[in-house]
């Protein structure tokens, strides 16, 4: 499911690249080669604050590091190595294959080359993780040399992504329905998770988000009305995930309403607000702060758009705490 790509940034080359336009982001709306384009727009979607971190590879001699940041899609993960360690990731956001765009941020080596294959980022991070380590997880010699750009499909990236948490909570691989709904009926929710089991929990997970934002830059929290960046908002299950049947997860278009980050998931998902004839309720959950208190005094009462639709998963969360 998700990919993990080897950036190595050891010459001199790269590591400047690296320095002007990812360790430092860049102004889109700045970038004049690819102004009024399709690309500008598609960026302002996932990018609504204008910054962006940008990687980019060579096409490589006879095209193979071209070959490998084509196994690239949204969602994998980049990881960023000097001097045997692993410093930085960085979560793949949006491919295009753009030489004017790479001049402009890049110029040209001594060649006349400029990294064309462009990948943008997002959720970079700092990172302390040894070279070998990662060769390990992947099943390669530890004293495996990173060329300058390579791709580890899922199976090889599963342990690293998943042993060192590097999937990303808003950037999903696309799924399509047929997949979605064949990962649906392979879910078995009696088992603990094995990492093929968290594979299709993502698959799940990217694909009721797609179908909840379908390329919005903003959306409203079901709960609290704001309207956030999508970025700040997750695919939220109005019944309990592990409790949904197959059935449920398939009604897709009603399992799922987005909540935000800053405080609507955990208040719905711990129980302190549920949702009763289309409007946000108070639950009998015990609260001490005076803070929380008057934060669901405010929610209390809202209508949620969401309720249309889903009344028997919002009706389900209700009984099953036995609130009123």
């Known amino acids: 499911m998700t990919k993990i790509a080897f950036q190595s940034a050891a010459d001199r080359h790269s590591s400047e690249n690296l320095e002007k336009t990812l360790l430092n982001p860049v102004m889109l709306s700045e970038l004049s080669s690819i102004r009024g384009t399709g690309i500008a727009e598609e960026l302002a979607t996932i990018y609504p604050g204008d910054m ?33 360690m692993v410093f930085l990731s960085g979560i793949v956001t949006y491919l295009v294959k753009n030489p004017d765009l790479a001049r402009e941020l890049w110029g040209e080596d001594e060649r006349g080359q400029t990294p064309e294959c462009i ?21 390669l010699e530890e004293g495996y040399e990173w060329p300058g750009f390579e791709v580890h499909l899922e ?14 909570a808003v950037y999903f691989p696309i799924v399509s ?30 694909f009721l988000r797609d179908q909840l934002f379908r390329g919005k830059v903003i959306e409203e929290c079901a709960i609290c009305g704001h ?32 909540l935000c980050k800053l405080g609507c998931e955990e208040l719905y998902r711990r129980n302190y607000v549920t949702v009763i004839d289309e409007r946000v309720a108070i639950t009998k959950a015990r609260v001490d702060s005076n803070d929380l208190k008057s ?9 949620c758009p969401w309720f249309k639709g889903s009344r028997k998963y919002f009706d389900w969360h209700t009984r099953l705490g036995k609130y009123f």
């Open 177 to 206: 329905e047929d997949e979605y709904k064949e990962v649906v009926k392979e879910i078995d929710r009696t088992m603990p998770l094995d990492t093929e089991g968290r594979v299709r929990l993502r698959k799940e997970d990217g």
């Open 119 to 139: 990948y943008f980022v997002d959720e970079v991070k700092d990172q302390f993780i040894p070279r070998e380590s990662v060769n390990r997880l992947c099943g």
């Open 295 to 303: 934060i669901l005094v405010k929610l209390q009462g809202r209508v």
């Open 52 to 84: 962006a971190r940008v990687g980019g590879v060579k096409l490589g001699k006879d095209g193979e590091q071209k070959a490998e940041w084509e196994k690239l899609q949204r969602g994998d993960v980049v990881l960023f190595m000097k001097d045997d």
């Open 227 to 258: 309207k956030y960046p999508t970025q700040f908002l997750i695919a939220a299950h109005i019944k309990d995930r592990w409790h949904c049947t197959t059935e449920d997860r398939l009604d897709y278009e009603n399992i799922a309403m987005p």
């Open 155 to 168: 199976e090889k990236a599963a342990p690293v992504v998943f042993g060192y948490q590097l999937e990303s």
